[in-house]
């Protein structure tokens, strides 16, 4: 098994904000024990699950139990 089996296959991206959704965002993840990452993935899902992309949330969770 290659180190590529063993590191999530994850990608890094640098989003842009409103200092006050910036400001609203944080505090929100601090008061539910959350952060910043599984936040944005998760309201990323569900807006592509809005725009009609119903497979995307399946294809994520498929991904988490290949990671464990």
Known sequence: MGRQNLVPQKER???ILDKT????M????L????????F????????????GDLEIR???????EEEE
Do not use: C, P, Y
């Open 58 to 64: 399946d294809l994520i969770e498929a991904e988490k």
């Open 21 to 24: 959704l910036m400001d609203r």
């Open 13 to 15: 991206t640098t989003i």
């Open 40 to 51: 944005i993935s998760r309201a990323i899902i569900n807006q592509l699950e809005k725009e």
């Open 31 to 38: 008061s539910e024990g959350d952060n910043q990452t599984n």
């Open 26 to 29: 944080s505090h929100h993840v």
